[in-house]
């Protein structure tokens, strides 16, 4: 059984983040540092939530198929299992997430920040997704 509240807590506060970014009266009131720092904290959470994500996926598939059976795949290969054994449902979207992260990790810039918080925008939905078919399947 794998314990699963740092990923719940990793997105409740990418959640959290999230919702104090989208918020036109809260960001309204902010001055463009302060917006700036919200979203890289957007940014923050999402990276680290996403690395969390496919480091339970892995943990999971290794319980459940045996640690010989996804130990050296590729995260795009993890995504795949994942997909077969129904714990994520747009492999697309995960691939799309891979590269954003892996864009973070190498270039930062406005441009490059804005395309990573649109990304984790559309994220949060599929990390709850992957966090509540865990919690159904954890046993």
Not at 71 to 88: A, M, P, Q
Not at 108 to 115: G, I, L, P, R
Request: proline share 1%; charged share 25%.
């Amino acid at each position: 059984m794998l314990n699963l509240s740092s990923l719940k807590l990793a997105t409740t506060s990418l959640k959290s983040s999230l919702a104090v970014a989208l918020s036109d009266a809260e960001m309204g009131k902010m001055s463009p540092a302060a917006k700036e720092t919200i979203i890289a904290g957007v940014i923050q959470n999402f990276e680290f939530t996403y690395e969390l994500c496919w480091k339970f996926l892995k943990r999971f598939l290794g319980n459940e198929l045996g640690s010989n059976y996804v130990d050296g795949v590729s995260r795009k290969e993890l995504f795949r299992l994942g997909t077969e054994h129904h714990l994520i449902s747009n492999i697309d979207n995960w691939f799309k997430y891979h590269d954003s992260r892996n864009e973070t990790s190498h270039t930062y810039d406005k441009t490059t920040a804005q395309e990573v918080f649109e990304v984790a925008t559309k994220f949060i939905k599929d990390a709850e997704e992957l966090l509540a078919n865990l919690e159904k399947r954890n046993h």
